[in-house]
């Protein structure tokens, strides 16, 4: 329920078992059909990182299976590498073979493989440790945003209850305020970044002693004779190691690179790195004209601030966790004679101001009690008297200023746990239906706003062509507009039912949101239109009814060719929709 955890629920379910994280982002309940969730919370760089270290293990196991738990090795006496004529070249040297292993064969050629071997656990090892994937906390986020988009998306009644909103916009606030899931993911894909590039710079170092190049950085290549020279040694795998070392470079360079870029991600750089959604909250207003969302937009006070985090969680926060902990078990408290010491004084400055109140009072109706005898006495003294009793209030008054509560400025919401999962689920769900999720949680109109616009409208009366313009929806079409700027932009697409049946529209080249129909002059006529991207369709805009004028004679004279809609539409028409009602 609501109050069951940390963060605010909006249905009661069981805590689920904590499960192996490549097993979360697999996904395969979704896979296999068995989970309700319409998104998976794993972008395509997550799994390429699932991938690319389960190609790392792959490459392991192969190098493991063509070369043996023990690395061939193949000696001979030292005259044999010249002349192959003795007949010690054709004895069998296996058990000499065995003894030279451990002066002919070098570090890298006796554990290359059993190298590839851990590299891989560590890398897959690190999938199942619940830093984020995996992690119940990480999951119950997602769960709680999910249920608010899926009753929002789906229109549920269960939307207008005023509780319902109540408790949804406790979710959102706790996933506004919050950053753990961002916390989580920098601290998986940087420990996972570390875990590449150690690794990459063991395997190359290995690989560089495989070639015939001669780079030993390390020294660790040995001459290949044994017995003080008396057998010359060959290692039959050493090309073998040599071009699987290269490929597992190569792997996990990219590896790195992909990790890199989700740690980029975490930084919440506006616009960059996948952080879209940033830049498109920054625009939303509210009725009154201030910002709904605080997003710090200047990329260099972005990367201070993510600075300072990092060392004060290096520097300053152990210092802080050993303070506290001395604090728990040394710390005093403040005893209840304390706190009524506290209470008292506070008594005795409001007792003081009450007794000045009281005497200033009882000094007035002595004045005005007097005779009118020392009236010019009292008056005399009352102007010598005066400027000392001015004085005072004016020091009381300056000393009893009211000061105003400081408030905390809000802070950067770049980081918090609401955008990202927005831009998480951006990979894996169409962006436009992310940017009307917004419309719906926040005080900003939508797009079911549009209207046909009866001043812009207007009828050409040289081929009697109607063409339908609608009004602007605001900040969310221009959100939309920008995201599908690549793609045509947002679309409007309808048709008008007449007396002869459908009309389909036709596009003008002024503006693409214009429709045009070839109409009827007398004829009534109902528009049906919706507006669409991406070839789906976002909001099913309301109908609109209108009828051809059947002489057009007053309004050309008066407007021209082009007349508008307004000047000939009629009252009782005007605005009027249609009884069919809306349909989503």
């Given at each position: 329920t609501l109050f069951n955890s940390s963060v605010p629920?909006?249905?009661?379910?069981?805590?689920?078992?904590?499960?192996?994280?490549?097993?979360?982002?697999?996904?395969?309940?979704?896979?296999?059909?068995?989970?309700?969730?319409?998104?998976?919370?794993?972008?395509?760089?997550?799994?390429?990182?699932?991938?690319?270290?389960?190609f790392v293990a792959l490459i392991g196991v192969s190098v493991l299976i063509l070369n043996g738990f023990s690395s061939p090795l193949t000696c001979v006496p030292a005259g044999c590498s010249s002349s192959g004529t003795s007949t010690n070249c054709a004895l069998d040297w296996t058990y000499q073979s065995g003894l030279c292993k451990n002066e002919v064969l070098s570090l890298p050629d006796a554990n290359f493989h059993y190298?590839?071997?851990?590299?891989?656990?560590?890398?897959?090892?690190?999938?199942?440790?619940?830093?984020?994937?995996?992690?119940?906390?990480?999951?119950?986020?997602?769960?709680?945003?999910?249920?608010?988009?899926a009753k929002l998306k789906n229109g549920d009644e269960e939307c207008k209850d005023v509780e319902w909103k109540r408790r949804m916009h406790f979710v959102l606030d706790q996933l506004k305020s919050g950053n753990s899931l961002t916390t989580r993911y920098a601290l998986y894909h940087g420990v996972a970044l570390v875990l590449d590039l150690v690794a990459l710079v063991v395997v190359g170092l290995y690989t560089l002693n495989f070639t015939d190049l001669g780079l030993d950085p390390l020294g660790l290549a040995t001459d290949?004779?044994?017995?003080?020279?008396?057998?010359?040694?060959?290692?039959?795998?050493?090309?073998?190691?040599?071009?699987?070392?290269?490929?597992?470079?190569?792997?996990?360079?990219?590896?790195?690179?992909?990790?890199?870029?989700?740690?980029?991600?975490?930084?919440?750089?506006?616009?960059?790195?996948?952080?879209?959604?940033?830049?498109?909250?920054?625009?939303?207003?509210?009725?009154?004209?201030?910002g709904i969302y605080n997003i710090q937009t200047n990329p260099i006070m972005v990367l201070l601030h993510t600075l300072l985090v990092v060392l004060k969680l290096i520097f300053i926060a152990p210092i802080q966790w050993l303070v506290a902990f001395c604090k728990f078990y040394a710390r005093k408290t403040d005893g209840p004679k304390e706190i009524i010491k506290r209470l008292s004084a506070t008594n005795i400055r409001a007792e003081q101001k009450e007794t000045k109140k009281v005497e200033k009072e009882a000094k007035a109706l002595e004045t005005e009690a007097s005779g009118d005898d020392d009236a010019a006495v009292k008056k005399g003294d009352a102007k010598k008297e005066k400027p000392k009793e001015i004085e005072k209030p004016k020091e009381e008054e300056k000393k009893e200023e009211p000061v105003s509560t400081p408030l905390v400025a809000r802070p950067a919401q770049n980081w918090?746990?609401?955008?990202?999962?927005?831009?998480?689920?951006?990979?894996?769900?169409?962006?436009?239906?992310?940017?009307?999720?917004?419309?719906?949680?926040?005080?900003?109109?939508?797009?079911?706003?549009?209207?046909?616009?009866?001043?812009?409208?207007?009828?050409?009366?040289?081929?009697?062509?109607?063409?339908?313009?609608?009004?602007?929806?605001?900040?969310i079409e221009g959100l939309l507009d920008t995201e599908l700027a690549t793609e045509g932009g947002l679309q409007i697409v309808g048709w008008l039912e007449g007396p002869t049946g459908i009309m389909w529209s036709q596009k003008t080249q002024d503006n693409p949101k214009n429709l045009a129909f070839a109409v009827s002059l007398g004829s009534t006529y109902e528009l049906v239109s919706a507006v669409y991207g991406r070839g789906r369709m976002l909001a099913r805009l309301q109908n609109f009814t209108f009828q051809c004028p059947q002489d057009t004679k007053k309004q050309i004279k008066k407007y021209g060719n082009n007349v508008p809609l307004s000047a000939f539409i009629s009252q009782s028409l005007f605005q009027k929709f249609s009884s069919e009602g809306v349909t989503a």
């Open positions: 629920s909006l249905k009661q379910k069981k805590h689920p078992k904590q499960k192996m994280a490549f097993l979360d982002i697999l996904n395969i309940p979704g896979l296999l059909g068995t989970d309700l969730h319409a998104f998976k919370r794993a972008n395509v760089y997550d799994k390429l990182d699932l991938g690319l270290a389960g190298l590839l071997v851990v590299l891989a656990l560590l890398l897959v090892g690190l999938l199942t440790v619940p830093i984020y994937w995996g992690s119940n906390a990480s999951k119950e986020l997602f769960d709680n945003f999910y249920y608010i988009w290949g004779s044994c017995s003080n020279g008396a057998f010359t040694c060959n290692i039959p795998n050493r090309n073998l190691f040599k071009w699987f070392g290269v490929l597992t470079s190569l792997v996990l360079v990219g590896k790195a690179i992909v990790n890199l870029k989700c740690l980029l991600f975490s930084l919440g750089l506006p616009g960059l790195f996948g952080r879209n959604f940033l830049i498109y909250a920054n625009q939303l207003n509210d009725n009154s004209g201030e918090s746990d609401l955008f990202f999962i927005i831009d998480i689920l951006s990979y894996n769900i169409d962006p436009c239906d992310l940017i009307l999720f917004m419309t719906k949680i926040n005080p900003v109109p939508g797009l079911e706003n549009k209207k046909v616009s009866v001043d812009i409208s207007y009828l050409d009366t040289t081929t009697t062509t109607m063409v339908v313009s609608h009004t602007d929806a605001g900040v």
